[in-house]
């Protein structure tokens, strides 16, 4: 079992930044993938980025692209998942949540493929 808990969303102004945190707990030691979803009131769940748990390669949405960086805490607190979020949008607001797989699948952008989520944390950009 892997346990995910999500922190560090609130209310920010357009343009502003904020960094979400995931602290993974249990038997990280499975995980495959790690990765940053959003759901928006009325919208089903979207892929917003991923990285690969012992490799460094990464990925994002299109739509975050050059405004969002993934990465891994340093090694004092490896099991750490930062998103850094930069020149925010009111697009960008929905509730953030962490999922972790632990099967060696190919592709990481469709939610079904993660079998541990944590509870979610909300970010709200205001226009």
């Known amino acids: 079992q892997v346990q995910l808990v999500e922190t560090g969303g609130r209310l920010v102004q357009a343009g502003g930044s904020l960094r979400l945190s995931c602290a993974a707990s249990?038997?990280?030691?499975?995980?495959?993938?790690m990765a940053w979803f959003r759901q928006a009131p009325g919208k089903g769940r979207e892929f917003v980025s991923a990285?690969?748990?012992?490799?460094?390669?990464?990925?994002?949405a299109d739509s975050v692209k050059g405004r969002f960086t993934i990465s891994r805490g340093s090694a004092k607190n490896a099991d750490m998942v930062y998103l850094q979020m930069n020149s925010l949008k009111p697009e960008d607001t929905a509730v953030y949540y962490c999922?972790?797989?632990?099967?060696?699948?190919?592709?990481?952008?469709?939610?079904?493929?993660?079998?541990?989520w944590g509870q979610g944390t909300q970010v709200t950009v205001s226009s």
């Open positions: 999922a972790a797989m632990t099967h060696a699948l190919p592709e990481r952008y469709y939610p079904g493929d993660y079998n541990y």
């Open positions: 249990g038997r990280t030691s499975e995980i495959y993938t």
């Open positions: 990285l690969r748990w012992f490799a460094d390669n990464t990925a994002y």
